[in-house]
Nanobody, 127 residues
Framework: QVQLVESGGGLVQAGGSLRLSCTTS????????MAWFRQAPGKERDFVAS????????NNADSVKGRFTISRDRAKNTVYLQMNDLKPEDTAVYFC????????????????????WGQGTQVTVSS
């Protein structure tokens, strides 16, 4: 089992920044990738960014390119999401997710490609 705990959410004005953290514990040795998703009220859970654990390669949703950056600290088993130039449409609950092993079926932007999830942290951007 893997446990994920997100932190760093809050209320920020448009144009501001936040840094989310996701600290993991448990059986993390075989991790393949981690990702951030977000879900606004009444909407589906959307992909934000992903990172491959062993080499740090990343993918980002078009809506956040140039504004959000995902990174990881392997020694701390932690993944981060630096969010700059925040917009009201970024308001959502942000979740981190963990993928155990690579598979040809793995899709970095698909929620069902991930095995473990955190409880989420609320990000609210006021206009």
């Amino acid at each position: 089992q893997v446990q994920l705990v997100e932190s760093g959410g809050g209320l920020v004005q448009a144009g501001g920044s936040l840094r989310l953290s996701c600290t993991t514990s448990g059986r993390t040795a075989s991790r393949y990738a981690m990702a951030w998703f977000r879900q606004a009220p009444g909407k589906e859970r959307d992909f934000v960014a992903s990172i491959t654990w062993y080499d740090g390669s990343t993918n980002n949703a078009d809506s956040v390119k140039g504004r959000f950056t995902i990174s990881r600290d392997r020694a701390k088993n932690t993944v981060y999401l630096q969010m700059n130039d925040l917009k009201p449409e970024d308001t959502a609950v942000y979740f981190c997710a963990d993928r155990k092993r690579y598979s040809v079926l793995y899709r970095y932007n698909a929620p069902d490609s991930y095995d473990y999830w955190g409880q989420g942290t609320q990000v609210t951007v006021s206009s």
